[in-house]
């Protein structure tokens, strides 16, 4: 049976079951823990109003339990210790384009999953905008599991979630890019080499980036052509709608706070809402900058088409004073020079496209279908260009719009 305490009771010994009080007040996720001398203060500075107590796997000392104790509850306090810590921002130096990290899932299996979070996630975000568009405060902290399962799937195959959640109709887009940028993010922290807390907080911020779009009219959000001046105001207000949103709400994580309300801001300090200058834009930030505009420019809108996954990162490099060189370096990393669901030209006038990554970026696992030079379908057939022995080769990026290519998508997510 758990006991609620004043966070003022709290002693070093106590196993602490649960945090109560505002959402994202206490500067950790973890909430079951066996509480140390650096917990409890940690927790008093928070703002946490209570606790919940397990008097049965509380230790009561006044010193924090021996770090080497073999037990479960021990476990737990050392996880919960290392959550606690803020995570340190990776060296510039540490990010390389030309590693993969390895799949934990078989990628068929992943996607199942990530059809399944995706459709959860976007109902979830949907019933969010609906609240605020009703008037009411946003339970955020209900946000939390969809968060989890995000980072959850993108830690077992990073490109099945987030090639899925590029798959949207323009009616599903505004729900489904804040599942997309959560994938996004929770990936580029990992490349990054962001510890767990790091990552889970990166994802939560991506699904609630643009929450401020709850408060634009629909006429706008779905406007099929250019915006006027006056709308493109009423747009470009939606950072500052969903700073105060979130605030209103509870929330009080300071990195998540900064990202939500200048997630448009430029390295070359021509953004928006307060034209930031390079040095006044945190890491979390300049990774959601990067994150929002790669789904966006892949993604069916209401006034285009969606670009290449392959020719977005090409022309995004290309755009100066726009993002953090390093922040964007490191997602062409994570998602690959070819990432999945690029159509691509092998060096026997094949076309294909890319079903996973391999260690080496630019030779993935693909998926042959058609004769560039009959202009005809041939037997499917994937090749492993990595493999030892395979004289195949990528030697261009193709689009399918030009191909007439409308469902290239079913070649590679069935």
């Given at each position: 049976m758990y006991v609620t305490i004043p966070i003022d009771e709290l002693?070093?010994?106590?196993?602490?079951q649960r945090v109560n009080g505002a959402w994202l007040k206490h500067p950790f996720w973890r909430t079951s823990f066996l509480a140390t001398e650096h917990h409890v203060q940690r927790l008093r500075n928070s703002g946490v109003a209570s606790v919940d107590i397990d008097p049965s796997r509380s230790q009561e000392t006044d010193e924090p339990p021996p770090a080497a104790e073999p037990d479960a509850a021990a476990a737990t306090a050392a996880q919960a210790a290392a959550a606690l810590e803020p995570a340190p921002e990776p060296a510039a130096a540490t990010v390389s384009p030309r590693?993969?990290?390895v799949p934990q899932a078989d990628l068929a299996a992943e996607l199942t999953r990530a059809r399944r979070i995706c459709q959860e996630g976007r109902e979830a975000v949907e019933a969010m905008f609906q609240e605020v568009r009703l008037g009411r405060i946003v339970d955020t902290a209900a946000m939390v599991p969809l968060a989890q399962e995000i980072n959850a799937s993108v830690g077992r195959h990073p490109?099945?979630?987030?090639?899925?959640?590029?798959?949207?109709?323009?009616?599903?887009?505004?729900?489904?890019h804040s599942v997309a940028v959560g994938a996004l993010m929770s990936n580029l922290a990992r490349r990054m080499g962001m510890d767990e807390q790091a990552c889970q907080e990166a994802t939560l911020g991506g699904l609630l980036h643009d929450l401020g779009k709850a408060c634009v009219p629909l006429e706008i959000l779905n406007k099929p052509g250019r915006l006027e001046d006056a709308e493109m105001e009423l747009m470009r207000a939606h950072p500052a709608h969903g700073a105060r949103l979130l605030g209103e709400s509870g929330v009080e994580n300071e990195a998540i706070l900064h990202m939500v309300l200048h997630h448009h801001e430029r390295m070359d300090g021509t953004g928006y809402p307060a034209r930031l200058a390079e040095d006044e834009l945190p890491l979390l930030t300049r990774m959601s900058s990067v994150c929002d505009v790669y789904d966006a420019v892949t993604s069916t809108r209401a006034y285009k088409e969606p670009w290449d996954p392959a020719e977005a990162l090409r022309r995004m490099a290309s755009w100066k004073g726009h993002f953090d060189p390093v922040v964007l370096k490191a997602l062409i990393a994570s998602l690959g020079i070819y990432p999945a669901g690029s159509l691509v030209k092998l060096s026997s006038e094949r076309l294909a496209v890319v079903l996973?990554?391999?260690?080496d970026l630019t030779r993935p696992l693909v998926r042959g279908f058609y004769s560039a030079r009959l202009r005809s379908h041939v037997l499917h057939v994937d090749l492993d260009l990595s493999a030892p022995g395979c004289n195949e080769r990528i030697t261009g990026i193709e689009s399918p719009r030009e191909w007439g290519f409308r469902d290239l998508h079913k070649l590679w997510a069935p």
């Open positions: 002693r070093p010994g106590m196993y602490v590693r993969a990290p490109g099945a979630l987030i090639g899925i959640a590029r798959i949207k109709t323009v009616d599903d887009y505004t729900y489904l996973e990554q391999r260690p």
